[in-house]
Nanobody, 124 residues
Framework: QVQVVESGGGLVQAGGSLRLSCTAN????????MAWFRQGPGKNREAVSA????????QYADSVLGRFYISRDDAKNTLYLQMNSLKPEDTAMYYC?????????????????WGQGTQVTVSS
């Protein structure tokens, strides 16, 4: 049984930083394109960033480009999202997931093995 767990969220002031982690039991992250998604209050789930399984090609939403960085530690089977220069509009529940159906990196319906998420709250 696959279990995905996100952690590292919290309350931070605008301009601060957080690093999110995503670990998985029963799932080898390097075999999949992995992505971070977020869902803010009253908003739809949106793709934030993705990391390909081959070549470690990264993708970012325009809203986080230059501020967020995705990475993976294969020895620890852990995906990370380093978030810098945080803004109040980054407030959301953040999820990681594995792409299991071919498609664009930002299409949430192509992903599975969602965790419970980790809450990020940025105060102004």
């Amino acid at each position: 049984q696959v279990q995905v767990v996100e952690s590292g969220g919290g309350l931070v002031q605008a301009g601060g930083s957080l690093r999110l982690s995503c670990t998985a039991n029963g799932l080898t992250l390097q075999r999949y394109r992995m992505a971070w998604f977020r869902q803010g209050p009253g908003k739809n789930r949106e793709a934030v960033s993705a990391l390909s399984q081959v070549g470690q090609i990264t993708q970012y939403a325009d809203s986080v480009l230059g501020r967020f960085y995705i990475s993976r530690d294969d020895a620890k089977n852990t995906l990370y999202l380093q978030m810098n220069s945080l803004k109040p509009e980054d407030t959301a529940m953040y999820y990681c997931a594995a792409q299991v159906v071919a498609g664009n990196w930002y299409e949430a319906d192509k992903y599975a093995y969602w965790g419970q998420g980790t809450q990020v709250t940025v105060s102004s």
